[in-house]
């Protein structure tokens, strides 16, 4: 009934398994890819047509992570998988960005990539098995596919880089690089670290790739087995007529546009250079002016290409290794806890940052278990960014993805939960975008941190890469434009302290780079990256040294982990008269460290007081302002803090022989009293005698072994 083929091979100790035969068999190309207890379907399906009336190609790619792989029920109402959590929506892009060039230029069918994760063993990733799976299901398929790729995760543990590490070993890696190939080339890189080297990096990609040869070189077998046909898709050649027709209207309207250093302008120009095309154009030729509008931009293309190789003149005028002008302003909200206004050329981020609670913490719910997040930064990139109108919708696949690059360029450098113990939330709102937003994102992410002052260990920088290929000739350009990134053949993102890189995003559009180009982006983007710190410190060179007045001051006291109980009372009773009473917010874990968060520092004290008398413990030779709280014939109750009391008998009320407890007290009277003994069962005994007159002896003996507080009324 199944005619299954498997290849397998030993990959970091481990048996990584391709098989394709058994399951998802109508799918055009189906793989189960499976290492350690990780296994993941991948399917690819391309329609039979091409879509009509399209100038782009039209791939999509979903990675669903479903909870029965792990074991799990999902929560919720409704019990199934809803939204894509955001770590399937970033390796949806993961998969996405090595394949997309792939594929035959003019090849116009819907195509659709799904990874779906069937089982997970929580130590190996699904991620880079999906794109295996990709490239796998589209290299056996009919689909026209120019691979196979593949991809390793590269960490750095214990001073050894190891190939695709156990979720363990990451917790422990000062490195997180996924590296995407070809048999010949790196065609993608995704990694964050903690100041490592250009060099290190350099030598976890050559790493990484020597074994994507390995899964290539398996890809094939598995071809040999079980490949189809590809389909024949017709060459896409220009119409040397066309190109012709186009070639002096472009000369004499097109290149004075890329001779414009201003955006809007350079557009504007452009659209009048398009309009003068299409008016020239015959009735005849306006039945094809797409394609004349095509070769426009061909043209515009190779002019910027020749412009770049030929003359070392960029589009704004700029030498390839050119900074565009910084401006670093921070404070500039008034209300916020930190905030940062960062312009480069006609790139801006507005960035702030808030502080909060532990209650703020994020939940991931997530295949390997549950965890809470403390640092979150999310990526906006509104419409009016662009000069253009267009609904807003919730958060693109975009935004998600830088917002991640941005947060594992920064996270590095946050102190830990003790130094600092609140949740830390930044928001990117990207006021305007020429290129490279995600890194000004970064710049400003941590202008805002400091103008917060959160206590970071050293500024972050990032800078946006572009390379432009023909042949042997190559020019690398520092901090690409938008029409740059467009028209070049990579988008090589990089960001880092003074001392080394925190977080790399590669994207080739070509075959792939070697590593000697790859070698002289890296050092140009780290000279790069020490420019723009220089002009972020002009604007502030360390975190501030106190937190804004309008964030929570966070207090973290220590109590007895027996005692929570006290503190939060029966149902919840108890702490929620505490925040009721001091209008703070308490968060207490289950070591006893206790988090007091307040803006006004006398409501935090009182807080903080009511908490250490719920606590707090009878000290033998301590004189405390006690309550009655219950007279008796031989003696008095008296409660020495909320929740603790001892017994004050009537021999101890006074030096003067006593007849009568009542001639001295009366219940809900404030007496002193000195704690004469506590006894093996935790009985306090009080002296009143002991407190007024020091000088007198008490019947006291002191705590007996194995004594503790007495306490009346059970958990508080």
Known sequence: MFDTKTVEIDLGGRALTIETGRMARQAHGAVVVSYGG???LVTAVAAEEPREGIDFFPLTVNFQSKTFAAGKIPGGFFKREGRPPDYDTLASRLIDRPIRPLFPKGFRSETQIIATVLSHDSQNSPDVLGIVGASAALSISDIPFQGP??????????GEYVVNPTLEQLERSRLNLVVAGTRDAVTMVESGSKMLSEEEVLKAIELGHAEIRRIVELQDRLVEQAGKPKREIP???PDPEIEARVAPIFAEHG?????????????ALLRQAKKALVEA????ERLREKEYLAAFDDLAKRHVRRMILEEGRRIDGRGLADIRPIDCQVGVLPRTHGSALFTRGETQALVVTTLGTSSDEQLIDALEGEYYKRFMLHYNFPPFSVGEARFLRAPSRREIGHGALAERALEPLLPDQETFPYTIRVVSEVLESNGSSSMATVCGGSLSLMDAGVPVAAPVAGIAMGLIIEGDRYAVLSDILGDEDHLGDMDFKVAGTREGITALQMDIKVAGITPEIMRQALEQARQG???ILGEMEKAISAPRPDISPYAPRITVIKINPEKIKDVIGPGGKMIRKIIQETQTSIDIEDDGSVMIASTNEEQCKKAIKMIEDLTQEAEVGRVYEGIVRRVTDYGAFVEIFPGTDGLLHISEIDKERVNKVTDYMKEGDTVPVKVISIDNTGRIKLSRKAALYPDEPSGGNGREEGGRNHRRGGRR
């Open 235 to 237: 060459a896409v050649e």
């Open 281 to 284: 154009l015959t009735e005849e």
């Open 38 to 40: 990780t296994v993941v």
């Open 529 to 531: 990256r020490l420019h």
């Open 255 to 267: 290149v004075a546009a890329y001779n414009e250093p201003r955006k809007k302008a350079r557009y």
């Open 149 to 158: 790729i593949a991809a390793v995760r590269v960490g750095y543990v214990d």
